[in-house]
């Protein structure tokens, strides 16, 4: 299940590809960090998403009155959907930022990583730990979607069951919810994923 995997060059892929031909493309809020949203009464604060890629998510957490900062190590991802945030006149703060090594230095209310996570190997997910582990504030939320374990195949992110999800972060956030859903995007059939809701201690 932990066999290593292999994944587009980041860098290169928003060069070349339509962000809309991507797996992961969703142009609504994803629906479980919507429902989770809800339920939690959170409608405002601020926002970093990690990993933004196309941007869809962090534009429409900006659009629902988020203060928001979107991140992503790809330059050509975060030019593109700068560009569109603008045209929309929406005010997200974009930033071109690896998360293994990075520079954001500000606290959120909440940090949404929507796909990220589960494409680092388990050597780098301690890094990934300690940096998150900054980023929130005490008692804020993370929200994470990833591949599940019942996501067939070795192809792509790795799968995750939900006590290894409480086994990588119980050591910073308590566990609300971890719950098995899709990754909506462009495949057919929508890959299994696991939505969780994290609180940091
Ligand atoms: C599966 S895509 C998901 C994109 C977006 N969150 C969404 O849901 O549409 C994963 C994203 O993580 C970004 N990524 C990969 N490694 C990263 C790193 N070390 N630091 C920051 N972003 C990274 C990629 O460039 C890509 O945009």
Redesign the pocket.
Same mark, same amino acid.
């Given at each position: 299940m932990n066999k290593p995997r292999q994944f587009p060059d980041?860098k290169q892929i928003?060069q070349d590809r339509e962000v809309e031909t991507m797996p992961?493309?969703?142009p609504d809020l994803d629906a479980d960090l919507e429902r989770a949203l809800t339920d939690l009464n959170l409608n405002a604060g601020t926002v970093l %998403?990690? $990993? #933004? $890629?196309?941007g #869809?998510?962090a534009i429409a957490l900006a659009e629902r009155g988020f203060s928001v900062t979107a =991140? %992503?190590? =790809?330059e050509a991802?975060i030019a593109r959907a700068e560009g569109i945030g603008k045209e929309q006149g929406l005010d997200v703060t974009w930033k071109q %930022? %690896?998360?293994?090594n990075s520079t954001l230095n500000q606290q959120f209310d909440f940090v949404f990583d929507? $796909?990220?996570f589960h494409?680092f190997s388990p050597e780098q997910r301690q890094n990934y730990l300690r940096t998150l582990n900054n980023l929130v504030k005490p008692k804020g939320y993370f929200f994470l979607k990833c591949f599940s374990h019942l996501q067939p195949g070795e192809e792509g992110p790795y799968r995750f069951t939900p006590e290894e999800i409480r086994d990588i972060f119980t050591p910073h956030f308590n566990i609300h919810s971890i719950k098995e859903t899709v990754y909506q995007g462009t495949l057919d059939p929508l890959p299994q994923a696991l939505f969780s809701v994290l609180e940091k201690h």
């Open positions: 980041w928003y992961w493309f969703n %998403d990690l $990993g #933004t $890629g196309p #869809t998510q =991140s %992503d190590i =790809s991802a %930022d %690896d998360i293994l929507r $796909g990220c494409v």
